[in-house]
């Protein structure tokens, strides 16, 4: 089974997951998938087998007010088909996961139709790229907007929307804050969408109490047959959220820079301008890193099921370098699910090393990562 990380690369500097110049510089998909080709031939060295593209991947290709770039998909054809088969040559499954404004549900027809376009862009590409049902895109139902029941039935309407090739395509995943795996398997009976498990997610929203491999089981079983299903799974974080606040002037005059059992990292200065306060952590969020011990007790729990499994991990593939040796370590039956055995040993030791001088994380939050926000910010994109 394969094991895939998302967009950004971390594990060497340099590499680009999209074109990131501004719109004034007439950035194009062919300069991104220059840059993404990259990526595969280190994921072909690294032995890592699946990942994600940005939703950025074709710049301004949807922007509504920049039609110069609208035709940058058909433009890039013979590039989109060249690096598709450079993927298959090297057994890298894809897939996309659009942006959290990109909502099926919203009572904004236009939103719903902006997204629709988005969609029809991104699952072009995919054919154009000439890859199988296994590369999909990923998203969530939306936005509650003070009416649970009537925005998830409003996802029906927009999936109903969507033309054939987006459909073909378009695979829903269950959140974290407001539709539970319940909600998406409602959907599913109604529209025949394919599901992604997300396990971080079941675990902070299963209001229901659903059994989790009874769940996953008819998750996977919306598959069709000779299509592998693929699942997401990250760790929560558990230490301190490190938030800066700043400090007006009047507070510095009244000498309280803090409030009462208030934490910070370090003593607040009376002269200080920024503070930084520590919180506890919120369960969305997704660690740095994989926790070994409970990725194996879920694949224990998976026992004889097939499917592949896309790392969280805010330190995309350095996540995955640190996790394979720690598997044959702790679970090397788990291990030898994804293709991973003793003999590997001293390659790995050579990568843990390697993460020993320093490594990256993302700082901003993952497309599916609730941070308390989420909800709101759906809200405000209607």
Known sequence: MRLGFPVKEMGKPGFKSNDTRRWQKDPHLKCSLEEVSKILDYLAKENLDMYRMSSDLAPYATHPDMPQFHNMVAESDAELAAFGKKARELDIRLSFHPSQYVLLNSPNEALTEKSIWDLSSQAEMLDRMGLDDEAVMITHVGGVYDDHDASRARWIEGWEKCPEHVQRRLVLENDDIRFSAAD???????????????????????????????????????????????????????????????????????????RKGELTKAPVKANARVKTVLRPPIWTGHADFTNPFEFA??????????????????????????????????????????????????????????????????????????????????????
Not at 206 to 215: C, G, H, S, V
Not at 311 to 329: C, H
């Open 297 to 382: 007790t879920f694949m224990r729990m998976a026992e004889g099921l097939v499917f592949d499994v896309m790392m969280e991990g805010k330190s995309k593939d350095v996540s995955l370098l640190k996790l394979r040796p720690d598997l044959l370590r702790f679970a090397p039956d788990v291990a030898a699910r994804f293709g991973i055995y003793p003999e590997d040993a001293e390659a790995f030791a050579a990568d843990e090393a390697a993460l020993e001088k320093g490594v990256d994380t993302e700082d901003t939050p993952d497309v599916d990562e609730g941070d308390g926000e989420g909800g709101a910010m759906l809200e405000a994109a209607e």
């Open 184 to 258: 998406a398997l409602w959907i599913q009976e109604r529209t025949g969408v394919r599901l992604v498990f997300d396990y971080q997610h079941f675990w902070c929203l299963n209001p229901e109490r659903l059994d989790m491999r009874a769940t996953f089981e008819k998750f996977l079983a919306t598959w069709p047959e000779g299509v592998r299903p693929k699942m997401h799974f990250s760790s929560p974080r558990t230490e301190m959220r490190e938030i800066k606040q700043k400090i007006t002037a009047k507070q510095r005059a009244s000498g309280k820079t803090t």
